[in-house]
C-alpha cells in the first residue's frame, strides 16, 4: 500500500473521489493541519486544501510547516502537489500542465526549514534537484496515458506574492531561466525534503505572465482558467493514486537527512 498525499492548490478543492473521506485535524508543533484521508485504489491517500476551506489563506501565510508535519505524521511516503502558475515560456500556454524539475526561489517572509532551534539543530540538506526523480516519472507517465497537453521539465519561479509580479521581474526570471511563475511551491518541496518524503509538482498554466500578458493579470483570470483544467487535474489525480507500478528512477529523498541522523517528528 502506497500512502500518498495530494495537496491542492487554487481550484484544486474537493475532488469527487474524495467523497467519504475522514476529516481529521491534525496538531503539530506548528499548528493545525486540517486533513482529509481515506482509501483510492488500495492505497492510503490524504488531501490538503493548500488555501484552507474557501480559498482563505494567501500563498505567504500558509502554513506550510504544519501541512507537511501533519503528512509526515500520518505515514506519508508521496506527495503530489498542484499548482496554479502563469507562463514565462511561450511553448507553455494555458491549460498546458507542467511537471517542473527544479526551482528558482524568490520567496522572503516564509520560514523554510524545520532546524531553526537549538533543540533541532543545524541541517543543510541537498536540494540540487527539488523534486524526487521517481515521482517525477510516475505522473510524466500518467499524463502521457492522456490527451492533456503537458511539458515534461520546467524551472518554477517561486515568488512571495500575495501580489503578482512586476513586468521587469518577469524580465529577469526569464532571463535567469524559469519557465512558470506561482507563489505556493516553496518552501513546501523544501520541507517535504526534510520530512525525506518524495514530493513532486504539477502545474498547470493559468495565464502568460505578467508583461507577457496583453492584459494586468487577476485573481478571477487564475480561477477560471483553473476551472477550465479542473477536470483535467482530477483525471490526473485519480491516475497518479492508482499507478502502483515501481519506478524505473530510484531517488533517495526517504534519506535526505540520513548525514544529520535522520529526519525526527
Ligand atoms: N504569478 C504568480 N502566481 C500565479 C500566476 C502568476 O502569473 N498565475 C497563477 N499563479
Redesign the pocket.
Known amino acids: 500500500m502506497r500512502k500518498i498525499a495530494i495537496i491542492g492548490g487554487t481550484g484544486i478543492y474537493s475532488p469527487e473521489a474524495l467523497n467519504g473521506f475522514e476529516q481529521k485535524i491534525v496538531e503539530t508543533p506548528y499548528g493545525q493541519a486540517l486533513c482529509n484521508i481515506g482509501h483510492m485504489a488500495g492505497n492510503q491517500v490524504i488531501f490538503i486544501t493548500r488555501h484552507g476551506v474557501g480559498h482563505k489563506t494567501p500563498p505567504h501565510k500558509v502554513n506550510y510547516r504544519a501541512n507537511i508535519w501533519a503528512l509526515k505524521s500520518l505515514g506519508t511516503e508521496e506527495i503530489f502537489a498542484t499548482t496554479?502558475?502563469?507562463s514565462l515560456n511561450p511553448e507553455m500556454k494555458a491549460g498546458h500542465f507542467v511537471v517542473c524539475d527544479n526551482v528558482l526561489d524568490f520567496t522572503k517572509s516564509r520560514i523554510n526549514t524545520f532546524y531553526d532551534t537549538p533543540e533541532r539543530g543545524v541541517v543543510h540538506a541537498d536540494f540540487s534537484y527539488p523534486y524526487c526523480p521517481a515521482l517525477r516519472e510516475k505522473v510524466i507517465k500518467c499524463l502521457e496515458k492522456t490527451d492533456i497537453s503537458f511539458h515534461k521539465h520546467g524551472v518554477y519561479v517561486a515568488?512571495e506574492g500575495p501580489r503578482?509580479?512586476s513586468a521587469a521581474e518577469i524580465k529577469m526570471f526569464a532571463m535567469l531561466g524559469g519557465d512558470v511563475?506561482?507563489?505556493t511551491n516553496m518552501p513546501e518541496a523544501i520541507l517535504a525534503r526534510e520530512a525525506e518524503m518524495c514530493y513532486t509538482n504539477c502545474s498547470i498554466v493559468?495565464?502568460m505572465?505578467?508583461g507577457i500578458s496583453p492584459t494586468p493579470?487577476s485573481h478571477s483570470e487564475?480561477v477560471e482558467a483553473m476551472g477550465r483544467s479542473i477536470q483535467n487535474m482530477e483525471k490526473l489525480i485519480t491516475a497518479f493514486i492508482a499507478y502502483n507500478e515501481p519506478a524505473e528512477a530510484s531517488c533517495g529523498c526517504h534519506e535526505a537527512l540520513k548525514e544529520f541522523g535522520g529526519f525526527k517528528l
Open positions: 496554479a502558475v502563469g515568488t503578482f509580479e511563475v506561482g507563489m493559468t495565464n505572465a505578467a493579470l487564475v
